[in-house]
């Protein structure tokens, strides 16, 4: 089955400074890779997501890599904010399994 | 984007004692739907793929006598957890595909239940 490895598990930053996240993935037949964010005892929420047809997508100050042929995805957060605290998750699916691999989580603590 | 709903919030139980968790999808009808735990600190693991109508699909590691799952309509799935354990307690969160959306990976999740066994 799937295997998603996550980096690093917990990450400091000044406000205003960017974030990176990366994750690995094992099965290539995945094709669909979301990014979730979840704050203490809430569900995760989609912050943003990219297809295998896709090598990079940016929304606002968030942005999302994808490398097929390394099997590896990043998450890029520019000019942190303290309401980016969180713990983010990837994830990565294939049209086979449907359901979510969950990477192990990093938490983000953005100092003001 | 589409509406998961799931009952409880939060739930305290005696050890022995069974419990059932609710998933709707308010907006759209939910072929399939997954179950997952989240231990405290921990990310979320795959108990079970529920799909309307026909026997849930369980990960391995996960009882199914013990997690009995029920998706009788497109729009709900229940999640029983019988005989509850103290290492039972953990965040049950759902999550649900619709028809059109099956094949594209993008799931909406519940609020989460909270499940504490005394």
């Known amino acids: 089955g799937e295997n998603v490895e996550q980096h690093p598990s917990t990450l400091s930053v000044q406000e205003g400074d960017s974030a990176v996240i990366k994750c690995t993935y094992s099965d290539s037949a995945s094709n669909y890779f979301p990014w979730y964010k979840q704050e203490l005892g809430k569900r995760p929420q989609l912050i943003i997501d990219i297809r295998s047809n896709v090598g990079e997508k940016k929304d606002q100050r968030i942005a999302v890599t994808l490398n097929k042929t390394a099997k590896h995805f990043s998450l890029h957060i520019t000019e942190t904010q303290p309401e980016d605290s969180a713990v983010y998750f990837c994830?990565?699916?294939?049209?086979?399994?449907?359901?979510?691999?969950f990477g192990s989580g990093t938490r983000l603590q953005v100092q003001p | 984007g589409a509406v998961v709903s799931q009952h409880p919030s939060w739930v305290i139980c005696k050890s022995g004692t069974s419990v059932k968790i609710e998933c709707r999808s308010l907006d759209f009808q939910a072929t399939t739907m997954f179950w997952y735990r989240q231990f405290p600190k921990q990310s979320l693991m795959l108990m079970a793929t529920?799909?309307?109508?026909?026997?849930?699909?369980?990960e391995q590691g996960v009882e199914k006598d013990k997690f009995l799952i029920n998706h009788a309509s497109l729009t709900l799935s229940t999640l029983t957890v019988t005989s509850a354990h103290p290492e039972d307690s953990s965040f049950y969160i759902c999550?649900?595909?619709?028809?059109?959306?099956?094949?594209?990976?993008?799931?909406?999740f519940g609020e989460g239940s909270r499940l504490t066994v005394l």
């Open positions: 999550s649900a595909s619709g028809t059109l959306r099956l094949n594209t990976g993008e799931l909406f």
């Open positions: 529920s799909n309307e109508g026909s026997k849930a699909t369980y």
């Open positions: 994830a990565a699916t294939s049209p086979g399994r449907r359901a979510l691999t």
